[in-house]
């Protein structure tokens, strides 16, 4: 009974459009009504769900991301991915996937990236012939490969929800493989669609071009290295990393790119902390709602019913992803990460899968989520960044789709590409 | 009269964010301080991690009631385009309505979980758990006033509201 | 108040503790007594590992009525309930049998029924033994061994402070990180008790185990006001006595894998030694104790413990 109520008062405010986070909390004050729990509970919940030391990373690594893209790390990058891959067909496509995954490698932040290279190659896609649909399908999906190459916030509020035994370094270390193997599969398919479109060819710009880019990135660049040096090393943990990133990206702007003023500064950190207010208020409104999930135990009846369809790793698996998926088209990441982690965890531990690999496929596949109609925060950002119509893209965006699915169907049945990592070095 | 409440809100939200802001630096500043301190001055101070972990409570209640005004909060709006006009307007009014129960919720119950919790200590900070929690109360509140003005200005003005018009 | 069905309802109970852990199997020997004895109106639900939160979340949602009981270590309470710090005092207790007799005595009643005003009835304790030294360099037999030591503690005040005035160097570290931290040199020791050492395989790195018995900082259940009101007052007796029984059967398990570990660090060369006297230990300890316990209530409750040092009951 009082399970009825937690998941249709969710889903009934959810689909009339109340905010997620005050959906989350309505049906955790209901629940708490049917239970004669009092509700101060409710936001004791709440409150302790947005003050835990691991999740301030996610206000870092948003303000990071977004200081990159403002600071210029974003185009120097793009400058050096430019040298790398500028020449083949269709060039700027490759060009965009590289630069993604270097800013990748930096950003915490699909969105930022999306913002990031939407506003730093759409316009010269367009010069030289490129569609805008094509533009924004290659910055949108690329943006994804950003959430597997660490850091990635959504990484930390995985590792939260997890609760203990995964820890934010492993995570990161195991979603460099995944990430490059999705890199991969863009580059051919934006090559493909490419060809087909008769799309023109770069050219190199020279050896000399090529150097005076690349020694020009490396102060950008070294934010991954102080970040993921740091964790690894031991040096700082995961939060204190992000706020590392924040002060560096700062420093950067301020003395060695010179394109921070103090009005881009505040103007950046206000939109961050929108940001981080949207997306924290999930985190702690599903932690009260999570709270109503443990007592009811809502995770064992649904294994219950999942394992009663089958009780093969690979059929839960399965079940799993597509689950995922479906619930992914219409709801953002972070909070499905919440709300579905101590749902679907304990099932696929049972089924004989890592907590650590769990939390890669998750990012794969609720990042596929970030990309479909009708609720994707980042095809939102690619084509209002590209001026395109959604409607535009998403007519030949499936191509795109096809290489996530194909990683996520890698990345989920040969845990390797995952775990070997952390393994080795974690 | 619903022109001045509608003025009023704006500027209010506008503080919260200014505030949020603040919050945020500090929260960095706080984090630097304490790698710092380990770093540099061989010890890392006591009170960092809670001050911070305290703050963002205030900050994110703070951000998280202009979010109220401002209409920023993720939503599904999947159903607007299924529906007619008529119908978008009322579901709108709706959910302006639970937002505006919620922060009363939070309002109620927050100012209760603050008495229950007023004399429990922080661990090596000077002040207690319900001084922490404040936030929430406050934000509920906040968030409760703005959902009325905009619930309000939707019923009884004309005009259809920046944000509806986006 | 029977129109909510609160009290019909299943007993919703905490532990962080994993399933096989003493505690959590005996609130599941608590659940089942219960059972019985109300012919299945009652019962007890445990979520253990920590799946409602940490001990003090819990702790504070319980003082609110957000969830029905829990075993919490008395440590949490240090921070809400002034009487919780006596317990923790180091060197209080001459052994476990004193702290078992203060536990179940007047002293235990009044520092459980402390709870009261903060929405906490107090049930009973699941003491959890003794913590002592263990070290890598040698044994401890003296506060002169300990000098210059730097020993692992928890993240806590007093025992910070205990440490500091025993002249050793206190790191308070997460208990995940000491292994690593012994086999590096990082610390050169630490303190706790038999089951944690073993199973930590502390004893492969630190061998010198000293029977010092310092601390017996007790686990308790405890239970929202709000739902023990809800109860008549014949089945608060019956829980009251499930409860106890249930402490017998915790103390078995306890004793049994205290013993256990114990054996086992044993047959893999730990070396255990006594301390020479114990009043060198423990002289030390009256600032601390002063600094801690600074009211009336908490002097006299000392008192009252240490006047049960050789009683036998
Ligand atoms: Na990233
Ligand atoms: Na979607």
Not at chain 1, 47 to 64: E, N, R
Not at chain 2, 117 to 143: N, Q, Y
Not at chain 3, 3 to 29: K, N
Request: proline content about 4%; hydrophobic content about 50%; charged content about 15%.
């Amino acid at each position: 009974m009082e399970l009825a109520i937690l998941i249709g008062v969710l889903l009934i405010l959810m689909a009339l459009g109340v905010p997620v986070a005050f959906a989350l909390l309505g049906s955790a004050i209901a629940t708490f009504i049917a239970l004669d729990f009092p509700l101060q509970v409710v936001f004791h919940r709440m409150a302790a769900g947005m003050s835990l030391f691991t999740l301030m990373a996610i206000p870092f690594f948003i303000f990071a991301g977004d200081l990159m893209y403002r600071a210029g790390i974003a185009d120097r990058l793009v400058r050096v991915a430019d040298a790398c891959f500028g020449r083949s067909r269709g060039g700027l496509g490759q060009v965009t996937v590289g630069a993604s995954m270097m800013f990748g490698a930096v950003s915490g932040s699909a969105i930022a990236s999306a913002s990031a290279m939407g506003s730093a190659l759409g316009p010269l896609m367009k010069e030289q012939g490129y569609d805008g649909d094509y533009a924004v399908n290659v910055t949108s999906t690329a943006a994804i490969v950003g959430l597997l190459i660490p850091p990635s916030h959504n990484m930390i509020v995985y590792a939260a929800s997890a609760g203990k035994g995964v820890s934010v370094g492993d995570l990161f270390l195991a979603g460099i493989v995944p990430g490059v193997l999705t890199g991969i599969l863009l580059m051919v398919v934006a090559w493909l669609v490419a060809v087909k479109r008769g799309y023109p060819k770069g050219k190199f710009p020279g050896w000399e071009q090529f150097t005076r880019a690349f020694v020009w990135a490396i102060p950008g660049l070294m934010t991954a290295i102080i970040i993921m040096g740091g964790i690894l090393s031991g040096m700082f943990t995961p939060t204190e990393s992000s706020a590392i990133a924040v002060i560096y990206t700062i420093a950067i702007g301020l003395f060695v790119y010179r394109s921070l003023d103090l009005k881009t500064f505040l103007e950046c950190a206000q939109q961050s902390v929108r940001v981080t207010a949207m997306i924290m208020m999930i985190v702690a409104a599903a932690s009260a709602f999570g709270y109503a999930v443990a007592i009811l135990e809502a995770p064992t009846h649904l294994a219950n019913m999942i394992t009663s369809l089958t009780s093969h790793p690979i059929g839960v698996l399965l079940i799993v992803n597509l689950l995922l998926l479906i619930l992914g088209t219409f709801m953002d990441m972070s909070p499905l990460i919440v709300i579905t982690t101590p749902i679907f965890l304990p099932l696929v531990m049972a089924a004989g899968v890592d907590p650590t690999h769990f939390g890669i496929i998750m990012m794969i596949n609720l990042g596929i989520g970030l990309v479909t109609p009708p609720v994707g925060a980042v095809l939102f950002v690619g084509s209002a960044v590209g001026k395109v119509p959604i409607e535009k893209t998403i007519k030949t965006i499936w191509p795109f789709y096809l290489a996530l699915v194909i990683a996520l169907l890698f990345i989920t049945f040969v845990p390797a590409l995952s775990m070997t990592l952390p393994n080795m070095l974690g | 009269m619903i022109t001045l409440a509608r003025k009023f809100t704006k500027q209010a939200s506008e503080a919260l964010i200014v505030v949020g802001t603040f919050g945020l630096l500090l929260m960095t500043a706080i984090i630097g301080w304490q790698v710092f301190g380990r770093y540099v001055l061989g010890a890392s101070p006591n009170w960092s991690e809670q001050a911070a972990v305290t703050l963002m409570i205030w900050y994110i209640s703070f951000a998280a009631a202009a979010g109220v005004r401002e209409g920023f909060h993720i939503r599904i709006q999947a159903i607007e385009s299924f529906v007619s006009v008529k119908m978008v307007f009322a579901l709108r009014r709706f959910s302006e309505f639970v937002v505006g129960a919620i922060g009363l919720c939070m309002a109620v119950y927050g100012v209760k979980l603050c008495i229950a919790t007023w004399h429990f200590d922080i661990p090596s900070l000077g002040f207690s758990r319900g001084m922490g929690f404040l936030a929430i109360p406050i934000s509920g509140a906040l968030i409760a006033i703005f959902s009325i003005v905009r619930l309000l200005e939707a019923t009884f003005s004309n005009e259809v509201s920046e944000e509806e018009k986006a | 108040s029977s129109e909510s069905g609160l009290d019909s309802r299943v007993i919703f109970s905490s532990d962080s503790h994993a399933s096989d852990y003493p505690t959590v199997m005996a609130t599941r020997e608590m659940g089942r007594l219960l059972s019985e004895r109300t012919e299945g109106r009652l019962g007890i639900k445990v979520f253990q590992g920590g799946q409602l939160g940490s001990e003090r979340d819990t702790m504070e949602i319980m003082t609110m009525g957000g969830i029905d009981m829990g075993r919490i270590n008395i440590a949490p309470f240090n921070a809400i309930a002034p009487l919780s710090i006596v317990p923790v005092l180091p060197f209080l207790f001459k052994d476990v049998a004193h702290s078992r007799r203060v536990f179940d005595g007047a002293p235990g009643r009044k520092v459980l029924d402390s709870f009261e005003q903060y929405g906490i009835k107090g049930l009973v304790y699941y003491d959890c033994g003794s913590r002592n030294f263990y070290g890598s360099r040698g044994p401890i037999k003296t506060p002169d061994d300990l000098a210059g030591m730097k020993l692992r503690v928890q993240n806590s005040d007093v025992s910070v402070a205990m440490i500091d005035a025993l002249g050793a160097d206190a790191t308070p570290m997460y208990i995940g990180e000491v292994y690593q931290s012994l086999v590096q040199g990082v610390i050169d020791g630490g303190e706790n008790n038999w089951p944690t050492y073993f199973t930590e395989r502390h004893h492969e790195v630190a061998p010198y185990f000293t029977r010092s018995q310092h601390v017996m900082t007790p686990d308790m259940m405890v239970m929202s006001l709000h739902r023990w009101n809800s109860l008549s007052e014949d089945d608060q007796v019956i829980l009251m006595e499930c409860a106890e029984a249930s402490v017998l059967y915790m103390r078995e398990l306890w004793d049994a894998k205290v013993l256990a570990s114990q054996e086992a660090a044993l047959a893999a060369g730990v070396q255990v030694n006594d301390v020479d006297d114990i009043t060198q230990f423990s002289d030390l300890m009256r600032p601390i104790w002063d600094r801690f316990a600074t009211s009336n209530d908490q002097k006299q409750l000392i008192e009252e413990i240490e006047a049960m040092r050789d009683v036998e009951t």
